[in-house]
T-cell receptor, first 112, second 117 residues
């Protein structure tokens, strides 16, 4: 069974802290790994990672994939209250025409 | 940017009635759309893949007669929850892939919260 596991499930930090969110996966036909941010309703796309060891960066957010150890991390530096959200990790499977398997999500709360 | 619109955003219905949720891609044509279900504090679970002009592909454990999917045009997919029961109460989200973008670079609708009394 294809599985994506995120940790921690919940994290509370102070504004300005740096956080690292984890995503491990165990799937039959890996194609790529995605990170999304879900605030209230629709998830919004953050990163897509296909190759190992290549860091993707967008402002204070960055992410990297390790295909040997089957995990990815999402880093957020100098956190702000607007970063509070649920961060979802998903794996795209080759079989199934872009089928996504989502992790449970990490609920991140940034306190002022 | 591409936009996916979902309607209604919130619906309350009586047990036994049917509810239709629409998912529209507003500025691109989507041959494939996806329907997800999200329970409180849980992640998105893929229910089915909606294919324009053909039958939807359902995930294991999802009743196709219960959750009817129709993708009649390149910009519209509908999910009908038939004979709804309280256990069908959930947050339903659709997504669509814009042609030319990588798989997984999906655009999500804003979701529809269904409450069955």
């Amino acid at each position: 069974e294809d599985k994506v596991v995120q940790s921690p499930l919940s994290l509370v930090v102070h504004e300005g802290d740096t956080v690292t969110l984890n995503c491990s996966y165990e799937v039959t036909n890996f194609r790529s790994l995605l990170w999304y941010k879900q605030e209230k309703k629709a998830p919004t796309f953050l990163f897509m990672l296909t190759s190992s060891g290549i860091e993707k960066k967008s402002g204070r957010l960055s992410s990297i994939l390790d295909k040997k150890e089957l995990f990815s991390i999402l880093n957020i530096t100098a956190t702000q209250t607007g970063d509070s959200a649920v961060y979802l990790c998903a794996v795209v499977l080759v079989w199934g025409a872009q089928k996504l398997v989502f992790g449970q999500g990490t609920r991140l709360t940034i306190n002022p | 940017g591409a936009v996916v619109s979902q309607h209604p955003s919130r619906v309350i219905c009586k047990s036994g009635t049917s509810v239709k949720i629409e998912c529209r891609s507003l500025d691109f044509q989507a041959t494939t759309m996806f329907w997800y279900r999200q329970f409180p504090k849980q992640s998105l679970m893929l229910m089915a893949t909606s294919n324009e002009g053909s039958k939807a592909t359902y995930e294991q454990g999802v009743e196709k007669d219960k959750f009817l999917i129709n993708h009649a045009s390149l910009t519209l997919s509908t999910l009908t929850v038939t004979s709804a029961h309280p256990e069908d109460s959930s947050f339903y989200i659709c997504s669509a892939r814009k042609p030319g973008l990588a798989p997984g670079e999906l655009f999500f609708g804003e979701g529809s919260r269904l409450t069955v009394l």
